[in-house]
């Protein structure tokens, strides 16, 4: 069965899109740390960051450096944070997240936005890229 994000990739599941090229999707995490805060995946459905060729992590990083510096542009913040963590969905994955305090980085505070919100930072970020 594919994950959750292959359906957001795939259209099956709406998001709020920041990036994509034909390997690489960005789109905000809808249970935000901070606005802004974004996800960015393969398009191959892979369950582990360091399962991923070589080649396609590398690549994957340059992606999400540039939504970083994009996010950083479109989101006042002290820095872009990132963070692996892929125990809630078997898809790489990595998290960029706009960071003023280290709370920030901790996924225990959560920052609840509308969808206008939403739809706001996304336009802000795809701005900047």
């Not at 359906?7 to 905000?28: H, M, Q, R, V």
């Not at 459905?45 to 540039?66: G, N």
Request: negative net charge; aromatic residues 8%.
């Amino acid at each position: 069965m594919a994950s959750i994000f292959t359906k957001i990739i795939n259209g099956e599941i709406p998001c709020y899109k920041i990036a994509e090229t034909d390997k690489f999707f960005a789109f905000l995490d809808i249970n935000p740390n901070a606005k802004g805060h974004t996800l960015c995946i393969p398009k191959q459905e892979v369950d582990k960051l360091f399962d991923l060729d070589d080649d396609i992590y590398l690549e994957l990083m340059a992606f999400s450096k540039s939504v970083a510096h994009a996010i950083k542009k479109a989101v006042p913040c002290k820095r872009i944070g990132m963070t692996v963590i892929g125990l809630e969905v078997p898809h790489a994955h990595v998290h960029l997240i706009p960071l003023n305090t280290m709370e920030d980085a901790r996924f225990l505070s959560k920052e609840k936005l509308t969808d206008e919100q939403f739809k706001e930072i996304a336009s802000a970020i795809k701005a900047h890229l």
